[in-house]
């Protein structure tokens, strides 16, 4: 494949996937959900945070790591107590970062 064939095969997959993209987005202010549905949304970034989070807390080396030896949870802990009593997302981050290096330098 020749330099210009390349350049308009990559310009032509970033143009379908930016209209694939865009016509989500365009679509939305036309769109009427249900309110059953609207309601189940609300519970995505949840759902997805968790997924991410609660595998990097609980998961290392290939195995789970149980409460009494992970620093991870305790961490989290701690920093899940000051986001429910701040909501602040500052507090939350240092906190948690705090208290991991606290434990991991008593530990």
């Known amino acids: 494949m020749s330099g210009a064939m390349s350049w308009v ?3 032509l997959a970033g143009l379908v996937t930016f209209l694939l993209r865009w016509s989500f ?3 939305v ?3 009427e959900l ?3 549905i609207r309601h189940a949304l609300r519970f995505v970034p949840v759902a ?3 997924a991410i989070v609660w595998p990097a ?3 290392q080396q290939d195995a789970i790591v149980w409460p009494t030896e992970n620093l991870r949870l305790w961490a989290a802990a701690a920093a899940a107590l000051v986001a429910w009593r701040t909501r602040s997302v500052l507090y939350t981050i240092v906190t948690g970062m ?3 290096w ?3 330098v008593i530990w």
């Open 34 to 36: 249900p309110a059953t």
């Open 98 to 100: 705090a208290a991991f």
């Open 48 to 50: 997805v945070f968790s």
């Open 57 to 59: 807390i609980l998961i």
């Open 29 to 31: 202010d036309s769109l």
């Open 9 to 11: 095969t990559i310009s």
């Open 25 to 27: 987005l365009a679509l």
């Open 102 to 104: 606290l434990l991991s």
